[in-house]
């Protein structure tokens, strides 16, 4: 139990409440009904693209980033955000990192709905991970921006985990591969409009990288 305590203290304050947010939405959702039914999700802010676009319902865009369809969906979310967002936060600071993690989720879901819309095949859908793949976006921006000079995070490394992230996103099926792009993509040049003074004016270490 102290280790779970030490590990918890360990973490990103803005990153650990997200993760802890998503938890509890998870756990509330799943004591009122069933989490992998596409209606009950629906029925509970998960993104829907008739609805956003025809009757408006903007919120959904933002709310499905706290949901996920069922157990195991959740935990391979949260699994990679706890170390990887913690990491972006760490190197971005508070400010930053929210802005990337939502502004990358939602540039990824709002894509998401263009697509079905355009396409005319809806289905809903839901999950952290377009913001999760800002994340990995940034991390890529923030690596090569500093010459791989981060501790464990080299370019060949990102370039191989972004690469690999989406290519089984495009192999998988029930994976809304819209919101992962748009939100790595959103990610990347989040990265590279909030660093780029401080990359291409001096040379300034990474640690100043944060508010």
């Known amino acids: 139990m102290q280790e779970v305590i030490d590990f918890l203290k360990s973490r ?3 990153n650990l409440a997200i993760v802890l947010t998503n938890i509890i939405v998870f756990l509330v959702l799943s004591i009122l009904g069933d989490t992998e039914d596409g209606v009950f999700m629906a029925m509970h802010g ?23 369809f069922g157990i195991r969906h959740l935990f391979n979310n949260m699994l990679v955000l706890v170390f990887l967002g913690d990491e972006l936060e760490r190197l971005a600071g508070k400010l930053r990192f929210l802005l990337i993690y939502f502004g990358g989720g939602l540039v990824g ?47 060949r490394r990102m370039l191989l985990m972004a690469s690999l992230s989406v ?3 495009l192999t998988a099926t029930g994976v809304d591969n819209c919101a992962h792009i748009g939100g790595m993509i959103s990610g990347l040049l989040l990265a590279l409009l909030f660093h780029r003074k401080l990359t291409f004016r001096e040379r300034i270490p990474v640690e100043d990288f944060r508010e």
């Open 12 to 14: 990103q304050p803005v």
């Open 46 to 68: 998960a993104n829907y693209a008739p609805l956003v676009v025809n009757y408006g319902q903007y919120y959904r865009l933002f709310t499905c980033m706290f949901l996920h």
């Open 109 to 155: 879901n709002i894509l998401s709905v263009a697509y079905d819309m355009r396409m005319g095949e809806y289905s809903v859908s839901a999950g952290a991970s377009g913001a999760i793949f800002a994340v990995i976006g940034a991390l890529v921006g923030v690596v090569f921006l500093n010459r791989g000079k981060i501790p464990a995070y080299t370019k």
């Open 167 to 169: 290519l089984q996103g």
